[in-house]
């Protein structure tokens, strides 16, 4: 799916936390329904984190379009919750990584360290969008975006499952 420079400049916003009260309320019809909907749906849980609130809209901007696979929309709602931490595919996530880190060098991985990932992914996300203005596909996120991420905690070892 091909996004509109009105929708980058929106989650370029939400991602840098630029977005203004005044800013807001100019915005296009259909933008201003997504923002609006974060305060109807308890999306307010995530105004303290704009990396979840991107990953959100983004899912709002891409469900049911044609063309984009549902997978998309549900990792980016997940990735939203890892995003927040504390809640359920975060604690997944977080057991998965600390598995991992032990099995590789007997460490673990901080909440912090996880956030700083799940960030990272994030902008990798809106890089993509910001350079080619496509929605990634659900095989492009992991291959590219989370591998990168991935390869950031554990290093580039080819991270099994992030890799082709």
Same mark, same amino acid.
């Given at each position: 799916m091909q996004l509109s420079v009105s929708q980058i400049d929106f989650l370029?916003?939400?991602?840098? $936390?630029?977005?203004?009260?005044?800013?807001?309320?100019?915005l296009d019809p259909s933008l201003k329904a997504?923002?609006? $909907? @974060?305060?109807?749906?308890?999306?307010?849980?995530?105004?303290?984190?704009?990396?979840?609130?991107f990953y959100l809209a983004l899912a709002e901007i891409v469900k049911d379009q044609p063309g984009v696979d549902k997978h998309v929309e549900l990792w980016l709602r997940g990735a939203a919750d890892v995003n927040v931490s504390g809640r359920g595919q975060a604690e997944f996530i977080h057991?998965?990584?600390? @598995?991992? @880190?032990?099995?590789?060098?007997?460490?673990?991985? +901080?909440? =912090?360290?996880?956030?700083?990932? $799940?960030?990272?992914?994030?902008?990798?996300?809106?890089?993509?969008?910001?350079? +080619?203005?496509?929605?990634? +596909?659900?095989?492009?996120?992991?291959?590219?975006? =989370?591998?990168?991420?991935?390869?950031?905690l554990y290093g580039d070892l080819g991270v099994r499952g992030f890799d082709h």
């Open positions: 370029g916003k939400i991602i840098k $936390s630029q977005m203004t009260a005044t800013e807001i309320q100019n997504i923002w609006d $909907s @974060a305060s109807s749906t308890g999306w307010a849980h995530y105004s303290a984190k704009p990396h979840a609130v057991e998965y990584n600390n @598995a991992q @880190a032990t099995a590789r060098d007997g460490g673990d991985v +901080t909440v =912090a360290e996880m956030n700083a990932i $799940s960030d990272e992914l994030a902008r990798n996300v809106f890089d993509n969008i910001e350079r +080619t203005s496509l929605v990634s +596909t659900i095989s492009q996120i992991a291959g590219h975006d =989370a591998k990168a991420a991935a390869d950031n």
